[in-house]
């Protein structure tokens, strides 16, 4: 009988650790589930003080760090975890926190989705997100394009849903790509193919002239488009056939150069963004539209509709500095984009800043490079669509320029400190 009772206790202490962490996992699930009951709240956000909002953001942290602990002290073991992160939950978690956690966009930083250039990236490398580390690198694959769907479909139809100035074919299409390339669904190569070229089409017939007002709206088209057009690639290259690529072999040169001329806009935001955050550093006062999810531009890959890979080093030195008015272009868009007024606001450890400027240097010479070689081959029918990415980067670089100007009237104030100071 004693030898019987202890073979039991035996079993039980071997099957114990498994046996509760998986019942720890049962009962944290719904935790994960949080966000359904918050995202009302979320939504009518607009409208409440930053004070009740930090509440929920305080929740969202608070649920994220118990699963880090879980996976730091292995009271769950990382298999248990992968297996309910990736079978179970499929990045649930993640999602609740990444959309609980940070804000919609605000008034105060208009071009938000700039920021947030992608996902995965945004989560890997936010200073708030590094925490995770551990908890992302169980994702398989299918959740990442679980966890990025839903993202992108919070973005199309519950960040800006239908809104002014969104065509109803534009509508349209995020219903139709929301429908068809949903991960809930195995798309056919036919089916990918006919997404993508409608996708295509749309960007290539888009036109923003030089008198068209820059509306926030319209702006957020592009990197909707980007996203949605991105996240078909990344999850469902492998399906396209030769045969599509050879017959739309010029248009992927067109959307290359889209998308570079969408990193390069980015590059932009970010700078301006690093700005701002290093301003609310240095003066010690949390500005909490600024608290955004946001990648910091170290391993971004903008296109993949690039048909000869990256350019890098002193091959896109050396090609750029061959093209016609290349510097000159350069000059023109670093003479907006410079921190020159916010520098002296900023009069502290500048790395991030500069940093940010050369990174986007080094985007603005792919762009140039692209969009110089479709003006190059001189084909009647690209000429709207390079005004139209002209003028989309044009406005964006005066966008930074006008954050200058207002950082100008704040150089002068702290100038006026600074003299009575020693005075």
């Not at 999602?95 to 990236?121: C, E, H, S, W």
């Not at 050369?358 to 001189?378: A, G, S």
Request: hydrophobic share 35%.
């Amino acid at each position: 009988m004693d030898e019987l009772a202890e073979a039991n206790r035996k079993s039980l202490s071997a099957r114990d650790p498994s046996q509760s962490s998986l019942e720890t996992l049962d009962g944290l699930a719904y935790v994960a589930d949080s966000y359904e009951i918050w995202e009302p709240f979320l939504r009518e956000s607009k409208n409440e003080t930053w004070d009740k909002i930090s509440t929920i953001k305080h929740g969202c942290d608070l649920m994220i760090d118990v699963f880090i602990d879980l996976q730091k002290h292995q009271i769950v073991p990382n298999d248990h975890l992968a297996l309910f992160l990736n079978k179970e939950n499929r990045g649930k978690l993640i999602l609740a926190y990444a959309m609980g956690r940070f804000p919609r966009r605000t008034k105060q930083f208009a071009r938000v989705p700039y920021v947030n250039f992608n996902l995965k990236l945004s989560l890997r490398e936010n200073p708030s997100t590094r925490k995770m580390a551990g908890i992302l690198k169980l994702l398989d694959q299918k959740t990442w394009q679980y966890l990025e769907f839903e993202h992108l479909q919070n973005q199309l139809w519950k960040e800006y849903p239908m809104i002014e100035y969104s065509s109803p074919d534009f509508n349209h299409l995020k219903l139709h790509f929301l429908t068809q390339a949903s991960p809930h669904k195995e798309l056919t190569g036919i089916e990918v193919e006919d997404l993508l070229e409608k996708l295509i089409t749309h960007i290539l017939k888009i036109e923003l002239s030089g008198k068209d007002e820059f509306v926030h709206e319209k702006f957020v088209h592009y990197k909707q488009l980007y996203d949605m057009v991105g996240f078909l690639m990344e999850y469902n290259k492998h399906k396209i056939s030769h045969e599509f690529k050879q017959k739309h072999s010029e248009d992927f040169k067109r959307i290359a150069v889209f998308e570079e001329a969408v990193g390069l806009v980015s590059s932009m935001i970010l700078s301006v963004f690093i700005r701002l955050t290093d301003a609310e550093n240095q003066q010690q006062e949390k500005f909490h539209h600024l608290d955004l999810l946001s990648d910091l531009n170290q391993n971004r890959a903008v296109s993949r509709f690039n048909q000869e890979g990256d350019i890098v080093g002193n091959e896109l030195k050396k090609r750029f500095e061959n093209l016609p008015n290349a510097k000159e272009y350069l000059e023109s868009f670093l003479y907006r984009i410079k921190p020159t007024t916010s520098r002296i606001v900023l009069h502290k450890d500048l790395t991030k800043v500069d940093d940010s400027i050369n990174k986007f240097k080094q985007q603005f010479k792919r762009y140039y490079i692209r969009i110089r070689n479709l003006i190059d081959e001189n084909q009647a029918c690209d000429q709207m669509f390079i005004k139209t990415i002209r003028n989309f980067t044009y406005y964006s670089a005066n966008y930074v320029f006008e954050y200058e100007q207002r950082w100008g009237a704040m150089a002068d104030e702290f100038m006026k400190e600074k003299a009575n100071e020693e005075n």
